[in-house]
């Protein structure tokens, strides 16, 4: 049997990387989902760190995002709960909130939204090429 003959739900299985997007606004949530999964991207989102732990728990996920203000928990604090579970995982900060220079201790790297979402799936590209 070729690849070719295997239904592609089958052959994509594990093949796309899974991105995690966390942001309490939905408009940004579509935008982030729209522009990762035409570029080849899995696209799991939540509104909240709760929601964004419990599907962290149940996929397999290759980085997540996070923005920094949100009602429950803020995106500095999410990031150190998914460090502590998963100690590997790649956390990108990518909110309005910031100006994308600062430096937390649980991220990886930070994004101003003001750069953009294209500039976001270029930084998600580059880290997980080399992780």
Known sequence: ??????????RLARVRLSILCVDDSLEMLE???????????????????AEALSVLRSHAIDAVVV???????????LGREIK???????V????????????????DACLSKGKGPIALRKLLDSLLRSK
Do not use: H, W
């Open 1 to 10: 049997m070729t690849e070719a003959s295997v239904p592609s739900p089958y």
């Open 31 to 49: 935008i982030c989902r729209t522009l990762l999964e035409t570029s080849g991207y899995q696209v799991y989102t939540a509104k909240s760190a």
């Open 67 to 77: 923005d920094y203000q949100m009602p429950d928990m803020n995106g500095e604090d």
């Open 84 to 90: 502590f579970a998963a100690p590997g995982m790649p």
């Open 92 to 107: 990108v900060m990518f909110s309005g909130a910031i100006s994308g220079n600062e430096s937390f201790s649980c991220i």
